[in-house]
Each structure stands twice: as structure tokens, then as C-alpha cells.
């Protein structure tokens, strides 16, 4: 895209998913990923757990760098594909953990949680056995939920629908445009992501949207084939304000606004 950023607008720019807390993904230095990030205007974000591991090594990675000065923030979460018998047999001791873990300062949310019947080997049981458990755990600490559901929803909506939570996401969305409409209809965001500068999805209103790259994975265009990282954002910013047919300013108070509201940052 040949659109020119305007920097003011840029230094409001928020990535709301990534995965940046383990160096094994991430081919990069940690502080070189944030100086990129604020070379690109990108100055506050999120990194993802997704099993009990995991979300304590994004919430060392966060504390870590906030301490530093670095406007990075965790949520706690427990994938759906992560999740096997090994799991089911730890799960009551590594939920007490993790009510500990989110009493973290930098904590923002649960997730990414959810559910994935894309790939064969995984039981639908058993991820709807680890979802209610941690929704519950979302419900009752009020913290905003990220959701990965893919080829789910129909078992999804009426779990989703027993809970009242804060206002929460759906990360990386691609699915129909009647599920999409569900999500708009129970006040959920939506997560765009690099997705959307080469594959044809259906899209929420920008009022609707936050931004998010999933880095390292899910480079968007034109950096494919590379590491992701949260920079590229604004590379999504840029897409978004093209789409919408509004400046780049505009997608960024919007979507920084909306991200600032959901996980309180």
C-alpha cells in the first residue's frame, strides 16, 4: 500500500495478540521485536498464553519488560489443541495456579481459549470440558476472554451464552458471515489480524474491530514468508483504513480506543 502514515496517528496503535514471550517462536532479540515495534508507532501489547506453561512464561516475559518500561501486557490461557489427557489429569492444580498467576499487574484477559475441531486427534469433549473451566474462571475474576474458535461455533454459542462475561474478542476470525453477525450480536470484537491483507474473510464494522498481528505467525502482506512481529500492525492499520475507506488516524483512535476499553490498558 502506498499510503503515507502519519506518525502522530501511528503512536496510537496497539497489537492485542501475540506470542512474543517465547524466544523458540521468535527469531528475533525481545528488544529488538519492541524497537521495531516503536519504529512502526506501535507502543502497547499484548502477549498470548496458550497452556499452563506457557502462560506463566508470557507473565515473566511481561512483568520482565514492564519493568523496563515497555507497555507489554499477558493474558492466561490454555489453547484447545494444547489440551490432552496429561492436561485433564493437571487441570484442577493448574487452575489454582492460574487464579494466582492472573493476580499479576500486567495480567489483561483470559485466552486464548476456545475451541478447534480443524484437525483430527483432538477430542470436542474434552475442549468443551477445558473451555467451561476456564470461562468460569474469566466470569468470575471479570476478565475479558480471547477466543480461538475455528469450525466450533454451533457446540460454542450456547457455552458462551451460560457465562456473562466482560466484553471480550474473537481473535483471528475467518469464519461465515452468519457467525460473524452472532459475534456482533453478543457484543463480541473481532480480532483482525494479517488475514485480512491476502485472504477473502468476512469483516466486521470498523467501530467493531481491534488489531492484532498473532506474531510470530501470520506475517501480512507484503512481509510473507517472514517472522511476524507486533510492528506490523501497522502494516494491518494501513489495510484497515484502506478498506474502510477512513485515514489511518481514524483506525487508530478507533481500534486503540476499543483495545484500551476491552483489557483495560
Same mark, same amino acid.
Given at each position: 500500500?502506498?499510503?503515507?502514515?502519519?506518525?502522530?496517528?501511528?503512536?496510537?496503535?496497539?497489537?492485542?495478540?501475540?506470542?512474543?514471550?517465547?524466544?523458540?517462536?521468535?527469531?528475533? !532479540?525481545?528488544?529488538?521485536? #519492541?524497537?521495531?515495534?516503536?519504529?512502526?508507532?506501535?507502543?502497547?501489547? /499484548?502477549?498470548?498464553?496458550?497452556?499452563?506453561?506457557?502462560?506463566?512464561?508470557?507473565?515473566? #516475559?511481561?512483568?520482565?519488560?514492564?519493568?523496563?518500561?515497555?507497555?507489554?501486557?499477558?493474558?492466561?490461557?490454555?489453547?484447545?489443541?494444547?489440551?490432552?489427557?496429561?492436561?485433564?489429569?493437571?487441570?484442577?492444580?493448574?487452575?489454582?495456579?492460574?487464579?494466582?498467576? /492472573?493476580? !499479576?499487574?500486567?495480567?489483561?484477559?483470559?485466552?486464548?481459549? &476456545? %475451541?478447534?475441531?480443524? #484437525?483430527?486427534?483432538?477430542?470436542?469433549?474434552?475442549?468443551?470440558?477445558?473451555?467451561?473451566?476456564?470461562?468460569?474462571?474469566?466470569?468470575?475474576?471479570?476478565?475479558?476472554?480471547? =477466543?480461538?474458535?475455528?469450525?466450533? #461455533?454451533?457446540?460454542?454459542?450456547?457455552?458462551?451464552?451460560? =457465562?456473562?462475561?466482560?466484553?471480550?474478542?474473537?481473535? !483471528?476470525?475467518?469464519?461465515?458471515?452468519?457467525?460473524?453477525?452472532?459475534?456482533?450480536?453478543?457484543? %463480541?470484537?473481532? &480480532?483482525?489480524? &494479517?488475514?485480512?491483507?491476502?485472504?477473502?474473510?468476512?469483516?466486521?464494522?470498523?467501530?467493531?474491530?481491534?488489531?492484532?498481528?498473532?506474531?510470530?505467525? %501470520?506475517?501480512?502482506?507484503?512481509?510473507?514468508?517472514?517472522?511476524?512481529?507486533?510492528?506490523?500492525?501497522?502494516?494491518?492499520?494501513?489495510?484497515?483504513?484502506?478498506?474502510?475507506?477512513?485515514? %489511518?488516524?481514524?483506525?487508530?483512535?478507533?481500534?486503540?480506543?476499543?483495545?484500551?476499553? /476491552?483489557?483495560?490498558?
Amino acid at each position: 500500500m502506498s499510503q503515507k502514515v502519519n506518525r502522530h496517528a501511528a503512536n496510537m496503535l496497539v497489537d492485542t495478540h501475540t506470542h512474543i514471550h517465547n524466544p523458540e517462536d521468535c527469531a528475533d !532479540s525481545a528488544d529488538g521485536i #519492541f524497537a521495531h515495534a516503536h519504529e512502526q508507532g506501535v507502543d502497547k501489547i /499484548i502477549t498470548i498464553g496458550t497452556d499452563p506453561a506457557d502462560s506463566l512464561m508470557a507473565r515473566d #516475559f511481561a512483568e520482565k519488560y514492564a519493568a523496563k518500561g515497555e507497555k507489554i501486557f499477558w493474558t492466561y490461557g490454555y489453547h484447545p489443541n494444547c489440551y490432552d489427557e496429561n492436561g485433564r489429569q493437571t487441570l484442577q492444580s493448574d487452575l489454582k495456579v492460574a487464579l494466582e498467576a /492472573i493476580k !499479576s499487574p500486567q495480567n489483561v484477559g483470559i485466552g486464548e481459549i &476456545g %475451541l478447534d475441531y480443524h #484437525f483430527d486427534g483432538y477430542s470436542p469433549e474434552m475442549q468443551r470440558e477445558l473451555l467451561l473451566e476456564m470461562l468460569q474462571i474469566a466470569q468470575d475474576q471479570k476478565k475479558p476472554v480471547s =477466543f480461538h474458535i475455528r469450525e466450533a #461455533f454451533d457446540d460454542f454459542w450456547p457455552i458462551f451464552d451460560n =457465562f456473562k462475561l466482560p466484553t471480550s474478542v474473537l481473535h !483471528s476470525y475467518s469464519d461465515s458471515k452468519k457467525n460473524l453477525r452472532e459475534a456482533l450480536n453478543r457484543n %463480541l470484537f473481532i &480480532g483482525v489480524n &494479517g488475514l485480512a491483507t491476502f485472504a477473502d474473510i468476512a469483516h466486521a464494522p470498523l467501530e467493531r474491530i481491534i488489531l492484532e498481528t498473532d506474531a510470530p505467525y %501470520l506475517t501480512p502482506a507484503p512481509f510473507r514468508g517472514t517472522m511476524n512481529k507486533p510492528g506490523y500492525v501497522r502494516n494491518i492499520a494501513e489495510w484497515a483504513a484502506e478498506y474502510y475507506q477512513v485515514d %489511518l488516524g481514524k483506525v487508530a483512535e478507533i481500534t486503540t480506543k476499543n483495545a484500551e476499553s /476491552i483489557f483495560k490498558i
